[in-house]
């Protein structure tokens, strides 16, 4: 267990204000690299008829995770899943009222230009907040970076991670439908308690973060996962639907949490370029490991979706905890000399 990372202890009440503005700015940000990131699941159905953030996402991270607590990096995380969330909702809103998807994308456009141009407006806060130099990236190129202790652990565990997120929110309905034989509006409704769940897990996870810590937060996520999964297994429908309703919760903690222990991992002067590595090894998780499940399911079984689940859970599983003992070695022999 390990305390969060800040630039001060103390703040002078001008100091405290504009620390907390800059939060909420970077909350902003985060919701708005949520809101397009459900658009084209939403708006597809309609968009095929007619054959027509990565820097930021890493900066952000990295930012929080230098400065600010665990508890602020679960609701920042939070905030993105409210971003998800919303944009189904515009979308549909312009579909049903026969505007078109074009229309969606318009609106969402619209909200990120509002908070684009607060984001700019907030760069004085950036500057006296020090966020330019404070927690520098160190340019470590790759073939540097996976010879630091645990660095390649990280990585597959965070492909693991995204690879078992998005087969799991993308997939359920298909699943459910295809193998378990719920009708297709029950199937609808509990995915979107799958994404809810992990939301709302995260604002939950906010208050507690800090007490227990991101190493133990990152374990109870997993066996919750790992609870959820079992469920999903069980030959009946009931306890299958629950079960992936506990997957999503489960999922809360392990993300921001192994972003949020990256200084502590690796040492702030890495941590930049380690917070972009790792996610791109989280982004490779979520573009390849969906699609090959797809594969899987039409030329297997589509019966397959727990277990596919389970082998990235496990990967999970084992990678963090050798992570750990990784990152223990290192920090007793720097401890030594």
């Given amino acids: 267990m390990h305390g969060p990372f800040t630039v001060k202890d103390s703040f002078s009440r001008e100091e405290t204000v504009m620390v907390s503005l800059l939060l909420a700015i970077i909350y902003m940000a985060f919701l708005s690299l949520g809101l397009p990131d459900s658009l084209l699941g939403s708006g597809w159905p309609v968009m095929r008829l007619e054959l027509g953030a990565g820097a930021v996402d890493a900066a952000l991270n990295n930012y929080v995770a230098v400065h600010y607590s665990s508890r602020q990096m679960s609701w920042l995380h939070a905030f993105w899943g409210v971003g998800v969330t919303i944009s189904p909702y515009i979308m549909s809103s312009c579909l049903i009222g ?13 909200l990120q230009i ?13 500057r006296r907040s020090g966020g330019a130099s404070e927690g520098a990236a160190a340019d470590v190129p790759l073939s540097k970076a996976v010879k630091i202790p645990g660095v390649p652990f990280v ?10 997120e998005t087969t799991a929110g993308l997939w359920a309905s298909s699943y459910l439908v295809g193998a378990r034989g719920v009708d297709a509006e029950t199937a609808a409704k509990f995915t979107a308690l799958f994404y809810m769940g992990e939301t709302v897990g995260r604002v939950a996870n906010g208050f507690v973060a800090d007490r227990f810590g991101d190493r133990n937060m990152i374990r109870v996520g997993l066996v919750l996962i790992l609870a959820g999964i079992g469920r999903v297994l069980v030959p009946i429908n009931t306890v299958a639907l629950a079960g992936l309703v506990v997957v999503g919760p489960g999922a809360a903690p392990v993300y921001p949490c ?48 727990p277990f596919y689940l389970l082998l990235f859970a496990g990967l999970m599983l084992v990678m963090t905890e050798l992570l750990n003992r990784a990152v223990g070695r290192r920090r007793q022999e720097s401890g030594r000399q």
Avoid: D, K
Avoid at 114 to 126: D, E, N, Q, S, Y
Avoid at 155 to 164: D, H, S
């Fill in 98 to 110: 026969g505007l078109g998807w074009q229309t969606g994308y318009r609106r969402v456009s619209l």
């Fill in 155 to 164: 990585m597959l565990a965070f492909l693991g991670f995204c690879a078992l």
């Fill in 258 to 305: 192994i972003i949020h222990a990256t200084p502590y991992n690796f040492g702030t002067e890495n941590s930049q370029a380690l917070v972009g590595i790792q996610m791109a090894s989280a982004y490779t998780g979520s573009t390849l490991m969906p699609p090959l499940f797809g594969l899987i399911a039409q030329h297997i079984n589509v019966g397959l979706y």
């Fill in 114 to 126: 509002v908070l684009t141009v607060i984001l700019f407006a907030a760069l004085p806060l950036w």
